[in-house]
């Protein structure tokens, strides 16, 4: 299975895996799933790390050179993701997620959340 992992987890995943739930871990762990990050988490850490978000810490160059070593594929943001956003109900306003939300849908690759509102929409989604 194809699994994109949201911002939140990959922050878990790339330093902090003991708050990864146990479903999600397996999931990283099992060897028949492909993993991938999107530019879009690497833009918001970015962002917010520039705005002294205390969960955003993390140098995005270490993570995007830490998660391509751990196996993961980088996935670019393309118009087609972009365009994909605007068909995607109002709830929630996180532009980050949004693009998430659009990437999975698009590319039909189930997309891991700790959000409960990202859950909430639809497509190929997993709350975990």
């Known amino acids: 299975m194809k699994l994109l992992l949201d911002t939140h987890l990959l922050l878990w995943a790339a330093g902090k895996p003991g708050r990864l739930p146990k479903a999600v871990r397996a999931l990283i762990d099992a060897p028949e799933n492909e993993l991938f990050f999107s530019v879009a988490s690497l833009w918001e850490v970015v962002i917010k790390r520039g705005l002294g978000r205390e969960d955003f810490k993390v140098d995005a160059r270490l993570l995007r050179r830490g998660l391509l070593d751990n196996g993961y594929s980088e996935l670019p943001?393309?118009?087609?993701?972009?365009?994909?956003?605007?068909?995607?109900p109002p709830i929630h306003k996180d532009p980050f997620d949004r693009v998430l939300v659009a990437q999975a849908q698009v590319e039909g690759i189930t997309l891991l959340t700790a959000d409960p509102r990202v859950a909430k929409y639809p497509g190929p989604l997993r709350a975990v």
């Open 77 to 88: 943001i393309a118009s087609e993701h972009v365009v994909a956003i605007e068909s995607l």
